[in-house]
């Protein structure tokens, strides 16, 4: 990040302070970055970032413009931002759910520099995973900018084809629920053969945690890692093949298929305003 960038962020919640709180760790300074948020401000008592209550006074200058409110209220603050739009246009970065690239060209402005984001929300732990998608006008030095905004907090993954955010949004976007799912079901499970409440809501989270961090420090895929910790005839066996024989794979494959549809429809919705 150039250290004269100046990031506006419209919309100051969570994702913002989260992506905010990224961005002062790996050293951009706190006058680089502008918040709005047209109701209250408040960030203003969490960052020493400056803080405004007009979207458009907040874009004047700016380099980048991320675009941190609902889908539901995005057509409209972005139509309003396409009136006064700065000449050369600043990149704009959107992050909300579903609000796809050709529906926000058609209300910022044709030309005007896009790049979709879909976060998820271990972004608050600066652990998220991001898939980004450019539009046509975005340049090298942009798709940079934007990479490193969404890095402060988390992986990041750039997309060729947009159709595939739609899949993202069902893998990780709503990801982080189909975890907690599993955790809740596992610790369930532990009081219900016997295990007091707290250790078995410890045992879970740290064998989540633990799992996941052998799964990313490893050089060998999931499935081997699975298969040498379940050896034949022993007690993880059992509760695989039990899992197994319950259509696990398949209900993943229906959610999975399900909440993409979904994403699709919620898209279909949005770009109708
Ligand atoms: N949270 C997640 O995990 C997650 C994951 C993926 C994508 N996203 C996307 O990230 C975006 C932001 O989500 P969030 O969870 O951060 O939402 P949020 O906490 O509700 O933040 C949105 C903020 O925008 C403010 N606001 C409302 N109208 C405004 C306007 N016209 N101009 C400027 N600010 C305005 C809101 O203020 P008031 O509350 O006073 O209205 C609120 O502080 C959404 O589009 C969402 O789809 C979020």
New binding site residues.
């Given amino acids: 990040m150039n250290n004269d960038s100046i990031i506006t962020f419209?919309?100051?919640?969570?994702?913002?302070?989260?992506l905010i709180g990224g961005l002062l760790d790996t050293g951009v300074a706190s006058k680089q970055i502008r918040v709005?948020?047209?109701?209250?401000q408040?960030l203003a008592s969490r960052f020493p970032v400056q803080c405004y209550?007009d979207?458009l006074a907040a874009i004047i200058d700016a380099d980048i413009v991320v675009?941190?409110?609902?889908?539901q209220?995005?057509p409209?603050?972005a139509k309003?931002i396409a009136v006064a739009m700065p000449s050369p246009p600043p990149l704009f970065i959107?992050?909300?759910?579903?609000?796809r690239l050709v529906d926000l060209s058609r209300w910022l402005g044709d030309s005007v520099p896009i790049v979709r984001?879909?976060?998820?929300?271990p972004?608050?732990v600066r652990s998220g995973a991001s898939a980004l998608f450019a539009g046509q006008y975005v340049n090298s030095k942009q798709r940079e900018l934007a990479e490193n905004i969404l890095r402060a907090v988390g992986l990041t993954l750039w997309l060729e084809d947009e159709a595939q955010m739609d899949v993202v949004t069902a893998l990780s976007?709503s990801g982080?629920a189909y975890f907690f799912l599993i955790m809740e079901m596992l610790e369930r499970a532990g009081i219900n053969l016997g295990l007091p409440q707290e250790y078995a809501r410890l045992l879970t989270l740290q064998t989540a945690f633990g799992a996941a961090k052998m799964a990313l420090e490893s050089q060998e895929d999931v499935a081997t890692l699975r298969s040498r910790v379940t050896s034949k005839g022993g007690t993880t066996e059992q509760a695989v093949n039990c899992l197994q024989a319950g259509g696990l794979q398949s209900l993943f494959d229906q959610a999975l298929a399900a909440a993409q549809q979904r994403a699709i429809s919620l898209a279909d919705q949005f770009g109708e305003q």
């Fill in positions: 419209i919309g100051g919640g969570n994702m913002a302070s989260s709005t948020d047209i109701h209250s408040p209550t979207n675009l941190a409110i609902k889908p209220i995005l409209d603050v309003s959107s992050i909300a759910a579903g609000i984001v879909m976060p998820n929300t972004a608050l976007g982080p």
